[in-house]
């Protein structure tokens, strides 16, 4: 305890979030056996995207199921994408539904229960989401009205779960930022960054904030190294594998999934993780907060495009969430139509999916 105790204090000393104790003694039978990671900052954490908060029809009943069934299948993380306006009554960003609230709160005393560290992301926050089944009629990257809202519900998650050790619960502040352009610019992300890790701050300094990757996760910010968060990229790429047939993006350019195939290999799956590796090397934590592929992409093709991306990523220290648990990217329920399902409480299992994530525990 007093050596997991002093190695705490090296990273806070540094500036950086704190490594829980299962993974400080980890790192340590990591160093013992002579192997060197890039990402030491945050817990390599694995699991999957929960997505009962996800849309603005979304009704908050997360199955209490679904953490069991994680945590017994060798998993340790879960991440729920939320919308903000499944809380607010009336499109007023400051008039709280504490009912919907009340779930959240069920569903994140569950994942604490069976053991899991669950990473709450607006995948809507005022001003700004990639769903586009609502325009926010504010631009958070730009206008102080949707900055102020941000602020004032991360302030009130942060109130609302300051009791909550921050092993067992983390802030992962907007999904997926947008490119570089007219709709932000690299000072606009750094400044709402910035800005809403010091609202977070204000009520609780010790909990772990995750930035996404600008480009919709693609892209780090070396630029914010110093502030101490951890940032997370995606594991898409190339978005012919993973979105191959996807309605919700324009994919119907893309060609037949192959891996390798159409200028994608390891080699460039190594180069397009490359710069997520040189900002853990600066001591950034970095996690990949959502990946897989949809149920149209020939299995055989996904097997062998995520091992390698599950190589990279562990052989770096880096962790990776599954979208999803339950559904089209998923090892239950998939619908893909070239697997052989197992039974599994009732649900259809993707039993060589589910064992490829469990060689990399």
Not at 146 to 159: E, G, I, N, S, V
Not at 167 to 176: H, V
Not at 336 to 355: A, I, Q, T
Request: aromatic share 12%.
């Amino acid at each position: 305890m007093e050596q997991t105790r002093r190695n705490f204090m090296k990273m806070v000393a540094a500036g950086m979030a704190a490594i829980l104790p299962a993974y400080a003694r980890q790192q340590k039978k990591e160093e013992k056996n002579g192997n060197s990671v890039a990402q030491t900052a945050l817990p390599r954490w694995r699991g999957f995207n929960l997505l009962d908060m996800f849309t603005m029809r979304s009704r908050g009943d997360f199955p209490e199921d679904d953490f069991r069934w994680i945590r017994d299948l060798g998993f340790d993380f879960v991440r729920f994408p939320m919308c903000y306006r499944l809380w607010i009554n009336d499109g007023d960003d400051y008039k709280i539904h504490e009912p919907m609230l009340e779930k959240l709160d069920r569903a994140v005393e569950l994942a604490n229960k069976y053991g899991l560290h669950v990473s709450l992301n607006f995948h809507r926050g005022p001003g700004y989401s990639v769903n586009r089944e609502f325009t926010e009629p504010h631009n958070l990257w730009k206008d102080a009205e949707p900055l102020k809202a941000f602020c004032f519900h991360w302030q009130m998650l942060a109130k609302r779960y300051k009791g909550i050790s921050k092993d067992k619960l983390s802030f992962d502040l907007i999904n997926e930022p947008p490119s570089i352009g007219n709709q932000m610019s690299r000072a606009d992300h750094e400044r709402v960054v910035r800005t809403a890790v010091a609202a977070i701050r204000k009520i609780n300094p010790d909990r772990i904030v995750v930035a996404d990757g600008m480009s919709w996760g693609n892209e780090p910010a070396p630029e914010l190294a110093d502030l101490g968060i951890g940032q997370s990229t995606r594991a898409y790429q190339p978005m012919f594998i993973s979105h191959y047939k996807a309605s919700w993006v324009n994919s119907k350019n893309y060609p037949e999934p192959a891996w390798p195939g159409h200028g994608w290999d390891r080699k460039r799956l190594e180069q397009h993780y490359q710069k997520w590796i040189d900002l853990a090397k600066k001591g950034v934590g970095v996690h990949c907060g959502e990946g897989g592929t949809f149920n149209r992409t020939p299995h055989n093709v996904v097997l062998a495009w995520l091992r390698d991306v599950l190589e990279i990523l562990t052989s770096n220290g880096i962790g990776l969430a599954l979208w999803n648990f339950q559904g089209s990217f998923g090892i239950l329920d998939s619908g893909r139509k070239d697997v052989e399902y197992e039974d599994f409480h009732g649900h259809k299992l993707d039993r060589k999916l589910l064992e490829l994530l469990q060689d990399f525990e």
